[in-house]
């Protein structure tokens, strides 16, 4: 399979035009959210291999729609925890995460309140294939992905600027004109978590939190980012999410 933009069909551009975000159920995003909350943003390797072994038999026994897009975001966590830059057995799973996400993507059948996390994560994927391909032009053409579902569903779904902005802060120095979307990215979360409380979950606004303040370490924003870093902590009391890295740039700001 080609991996640029190019190769999108027709039939995935008709798609793209035709959903608004403002079409999407609230209610229908949400709750896929929680069915594809376990297989997101996972840090423990131990549990992921564990959840990847579970997530490829349920697939295996019930090749549901659902289930193969919890495959495809398993597959991404996998790539990004387990197999980038890695000669292990777990190298190429960013492939698999593309492929098996852009499957579900051009199925003009797809249920349209899963597109905000296949949109995103299948961006995301592309990024970490090009990241280990070391094709480059792959990261630039994610990019372009992640603008196209932030336009469509960041209104009603963290999830694109949160894994746009998670890719930015970890892209090297020259990339610097995709960089400045972390900073952007995250502080577009906490205004529409402010905003709206059920916009993000606990544990992406642990992660934003600590993010947003990891990208200001300047003396100017120390008190904003210690404030943060504390809602970081608050939120995860085990361990899941942003705390130990909060904790740890809390001690940093500290000295």
């Known amino acids: 399979m080609k991996y640029r933009l190019f190769t999108l069909t027709i039939l995935a551009m008709t798609i793209i035009s035709s959903l608004t975000?403002?079409?999407?159920?609230?209610?229908?995003?949400?709750?896929?959210?929680?069915?594809?909350?376990?297989?997101?943003?996972?840090?423990?390797?131990?549990?992921?291999?564990?959840?990847?072994?579970?997530?490829?038999?349920?697939?295996?026994?019930d090749p549901s729609e659902i289930n193969k897009t919890r495959l495809g975001i398993i597959y991404h966590?996998?790539?990004?925890?387990?197999?980038?830059?890695?000669?292990?057995?777990?190298k190429g799973y960013s492939k698999k995460s593309y492929d098996v996400l852009s499957e579900i993507y051009l199925d003009n059948k797809t249920t349209r309140e899963l597109l905000p996390?296949?949109?995103?994560?299948?961006?995301?994927?592309?990024?970490?294939?090009?990241?280990?391909t070391m094709k480059l032009g792959l990261v630039g053409d994610s990019f372009k992905l992640f603008e196209e579902s932030i336009a469509m569903y960041g209104e009603v779904s963290y999830s694109p600027e949160f894994l746009r902005g998670s890719v930015a802060e970890n892209l090297p120095w020259f990339f610097f004109s995709k960089r400045k979307?972390?900073?952007?990215?995250?502080?577009?979360?906490?205004?529409?978590?402010?905003?709206?409380?059920?916009?993000?979950?606990?544990?992406?606004?642990?992660?934003?939190?600590?993010?947003?303040?990891?990208?200001?370490?300047?003396n100017r924003y120390r008190s904003q980012a210690?404030?943060?870093?504390?809602?970081?902590?608050?939120?995860?009391?085990n361990y899941k999410a942003?705390?130990?890295?909060?904790?740890?740039?809390?001690?940093k700001l500290n000295k």
Do not use: C
Not at 117 to 132: D, H, N, P, Q, V
Not at 182 to 188: F, L, N, P, V, Y
Not at 231 to 237: M, T
């Open 226 to 237: 210690l404030t943060y870093l504390e809602k970081a902590i608050e939120l995860d009391p």
């Open 77 to 90: 966590e996998t790539a990004l925890n387990l197999g980038f830059l890695s000669k292990t057995s777990f």
């Open 21 to 61: 975000a403002q079409e999407l159920d609230i209610k229908k995003v949400k709750f896929y959210e929680h069915q594809l909350d376990d297989v997101m943003e996972l840090i423990d390797v131990e549990e992921l291999k564990s959840k990847l072994k579970e997530v490829e038999l349920q697939f295996e026994k």
């Open 242 to 251: 942003g705390r130990q890295r909060a904790e740890e740039l809390k001690a």
């Open 117 to 132: 996390f296949i949109t995103s994560y299948r961006a995301s994927a592309l990024s970490l294939l090009g990241g280990e």
């Open 181 to 218: 979307f972390a900073k952007i990215d995250m502080q577009s979360i906490i205004y529409k978590q402010n905003k709206n409380s059920d916009y993000a979950n606990w544990k992406i606004m642990s992660f934003v939190y600590w993010a947003w303040a990891n990208q200001r370490q300047e």
